[in-house]
C-alpha cells in the first residue's frame, strides 16, 4: 500500500471520529487505532432516536426546544467571525508553520484568520473587522457548519 493511501485512511480516521480502521489489500493489511481524544463538544453527531411510544405522554418540561451551544455566545463582547461554509477548521497552513493568529494578536481587515477545508480545497477566511482577538471558538481540525462562530475579536 502506497504513502498517499495511507496518509488518506489516517485522515479519514481522525476526521471521522471513529476510533478504529481496519484495511485488506491483497498481502497488505494495516489496522489504524484514533487514540486522540474524543469528538470536541460542540461537533455535530446525526443519529436516528427510537420513535418514541405514542401512549407516553411526554412532561411539558421536554417540549421546550433546548438552546442550540452556538447561539450562547455573546455578541456583546465583540464582532463575531463565522464561518461562511461546512468544512474542517485549520488554525495554520500546515502542521508546521505557526498559526494565522492567536488570542491576543491585533488583525486587520483582509488578514487570513484560519482556513477551512472543504472537499479537499482549502479557502482562506479573512477577518471582516480590524480588531485584537479575544477569542478562538474551535479546535485545530474540527469540523465546522455554515455561519458556526469561529473568532471573537473586540
Known amino acids: 500500500m502506497d504513502l498517499r493511501k495511507l496518509?488518506?485512511?489516517i485522515d479519514?480516521?481522525?476526521?471521522?471520529g471513529i476510533s478504529e480502521?481496519?484495511?485488506?489489500?491483497?498481502?497488505?493489511?494495516?489496522r489504524i487505532v484514533n487514540g486522540g481524544a474524543p469528538a470536541p463538544a460542540g461537533q455535530v453527531v446525526y443519529a436516528n432516536p427510537a420513535p418514541a411510544p405514542v401512549s407516553q405522554a411526554a412532561p411539558a418540561a421536554n417540549l421546550a426546544p433546548a438552546a442550540p451551544a452556538v447561539e450562547a455566545i455573546s455578541t456583546d463582547s465583540g464582532f463575531v467571525a463565522r464561518s461562511?461554509?461546512?468544512g474542517t477548521f485549520y488554525r495554520a497552513p500546515n502542521p508546521e508553520s505557526p498559526n494565522f493568529v492567536s488570542v491576543g494578536d491585533t488583525v486587520k481587515v483582509g488578514q487570513t484568520l484560519c482556513i477551512?477545508?472543504?472537499m479537499k480545497?482549502?479557502?482562506e477566511i479573512?477577518?471582516?473587522q480590524a480588531g485584537v482577538i479575544k477569542e478562538i471558538l474551535c479546535e485545530n481540525g474540527q469540523?465546522?457548519?455554515f455561519d458556526q462562530p469561529l473568532f471573537i475579536i473586540a
Open 21 to 30: 480502521l481496519e484495511v485488506n489489500e491483497g498481502e497488505d493489511r494495516v
Open 116 to 118: 477551512i477545508e472543504a
Open 143 to 145: 469540523g465546522v457548519e
Open 12 to 16: 479519514l480516521v481522525s476526521e471521522s
Open 121 to 123: 480545497l482549502l479557502n
Open 84 to 86: 461562511p461554509m461546512v
Open 126 to 128: 479573512e477577518s471582516e
Open 7 to 9: 496518509k488518506t485512511l
